[in-house]
């Protein structure tokens, strides 16, 4: 895999620019729009059934340590699968992914929403996640590809890191509007509205982007994936079963075991999913530094 840093020079035009022209502002702020909704759509799921879960638990009959992964089956598949992500938009294209994933998350947001039982839900819940993880990476790579200019790709990222910082907070006040007025499954259901006016307008206001030759590194996903759903667990259950039993002990060492079969696969494989060199001091490498980042240069 290259490493290619510097200004995103890479990317395919949008379609609503055309050589030559003025760009059509519109219909950049339409496709920087969807993106940004999709980016606050994924980090809204990360906390907006919080509020919810007392209902959840009594409707589903949830014991008290299974209830936690209402929001852990979520958080860990959007997490351990994120460098998985980007990696997959660098081969198979940006756009194809970014819809490919926003798909998975309106559709696990719907059969959440509709979950009979606690085990459907946990599942349902572990693959919007999923499907969260394939769109997220994409986000701020395709946001450089619409935005018309530098002042807009500006602006752009930096109502990224608007949406980012506030979608966890929005998340617990929508989710107690929500499950007070209506129901703690519309704390899911909502994302499905939104999610199929994204999928509707993406391909024709969202840039498309130009594929990258490469391997898939499966063996840094699982082992990230697994590190992170061990220590998870275990750390979710040492205050029931204590910090000395055998579940706890065991959750930590399996996690900090393939956290260590990562880090090895990462700096042996030749397309890594992080290069282990971002790792390394900002101050050794400062001269070095670009202004703009590829998603590829991360992943």
Known sequence: MSSTVGPVADEAPAP???AGQPPARRGATIGIAILLLVQLMIILDSTIVNVAL?????????????????????????GGLLLLGGRLGDVLG?????????AVFTLFSLLSGLAPSAGLLVAARALQGVGGALAAPQVLALL????????????????????????????????????DVASWRWTLFINVPLGIIALATARRYVAKTPRRHGRFDFVGAVSATGAAVA???????????GWGSAQTILGLVAGAALLGV?????????????????????????????????????F
Request: glycine content about 10%.
């Open 54 to 78: 007392p209902g959840i638990a009594s409707d589903l009959h949830f014991g008290a340590a299974s209830l936690s992964w209402v929001l852990n089956g979520y958080v860990l598949a959007y």
């Open 144 to 179: 450089t590809a619409n935005a018309p200019n530098d002042a807009a790709r500006n602006r752009a990222i930096a109502l990224f890191s608007s949406m980012s910082a506030i979608g966890g907070t929005l998340g617990y006040v929508l989710g107690g509007l929500l499950t």
């Open 231 to 241: 220590l998870v667990w275990a750390l979710t259950g040492a205050p029931d079963h």
């Open 16 to 18: 609503h620019l055309v």
């Open 262 to 298: 990562f880090f090895v696969a990462e700096s042996r494989v030749p397309h890594p999913l992080l290069h282990l060199g971002l790792l390394k001091s900002p101050s050794s490498s400062r001269r070095d530094r670009p202004h703009f980042w590829t998603c590829e240069s991360i």
């Open 94 to 102: 940006r756009r194809q992914m970014f819809v490919i994933g926003l």
